[in-house]
C-alpha cells in the first residue's frame, strides 16, 4: 500500500469517522457546529484525493479500491446515525433506503464484473448526485444548531435520492447489459 497524498487523504477520511459519528451523536448545538465543521473537511478530501492522483500521476490500485469503498462507509455511516438520531425519520426514511439500495448494487455490479475486465465508470450524473447527497448530509448534521437546515437537508435528501435512483438504473442497465454480453459467449 503506498503512502502517497490521495491514499493519505483517503484513510485520513476513513479514520476521522467516528470522532465525526460520536460528534453528531452528542445532539447539541455546539457539537453540530464542529461535527459540521468536520464533516465539511472529510467531504472536501473525497474531491481532493482524486484531484491529486490524477494531478501528481499517483493513482494505484490500493487508491482505486479503497476510495469507493471509504465514500460508502462515510455517507452510510452518516445516515444511519442520522436515522438512529431521528434526525432523518418517516417517509424520508425511503430516500435513506434507495441510497443504501443503490450503494449496494452498484458495489455488487462492480464486484460481479470486475473478474470479467469490464467497469462501470463512475458519471457526471452520479458526481452531481455524490455532490447533493454530501450537501443534504452537511445540512442534516447541522440541523440542531440552524432549525432551517433540517427541512433544506430534508429536501436536499429527496434530490440526492432521485439522482441516485436515476443513476442507480443507469448502472444496472449497463450491468445488465455487459451480463448478457459476458452470457452470450
Do not use: C
Not at 465539511?40 to 490524477?54: E, M, N, P, Q
Not at 487508491?63 to 438512529?84: E, M, N, R, S, Y
Not at 463512475?122 to 447533493?132: C, F, G, H, N, S
Amino acid at each position: 500500500m503506498p503512502l502517497n497524498i490521495p491514499n493519505i487523504l483517503t484513510l485520513a477520511r476513513i479514520l476521522t469517522l467516528p470522532l465525526l459519528l460520536w460528534m453528531i451523536y452528542q445532539d447539541s448545538a455546539a457539537w453540530a457546529l464542529w461535527a459540521f465543521a468536520l464533516y465539511t473537511l472529510s467531504a472536501i478530501t473525497d474531491y481532493f484525493d482524486g484531484y491529486f492522483a490524477r494531478k501528481l500521476n499517483q493513482t494505484t490500485a490500493f487508491g482505486t479500491f479503497i476510495d469507493p469503498i471509504a465514500d460508502k462507509i462515510f455517507v452510510l455511516g452518516v445516515l444511519l446515525v442520522l436515522v438512529d438520531l431521528a434526525t432523518i425519520n418517516g417517509l424520508w426514511l425511503i430516500a435513506v433506503l434507495i441510497i443504501i439500495m443503490r450503494e449496494l448494487l452498484v458495489s455488487g455490479l462492480r464486484e460481479f464484473l470486475g473478474p470479467h475486465n469490464i467497469k462501470l465508470p463512475v458519471t457526471q450524473l452520479a458526481k452531481w448526485k455524490t455532490t447533493i447527497q454530501m450537501v443534504a448530509l452537511a445540512l442534516l448534521i447541522l440541523a440542531p444548531s440552524l432549525s432551517i437546515a433540517l427541512l433544506a437537508g430534508q429536501i436536499t435528501l429527496l434530490v440526492a435520492a432521485l439522482l441516485t435512483f436515476i443513476t442507480g438504473t443507469q448502472y444496472l442497465v449497463s450491468g445488465l447489459k455487459a451480463m448478457k454480453d459476458i452470457d452470450s459467449k
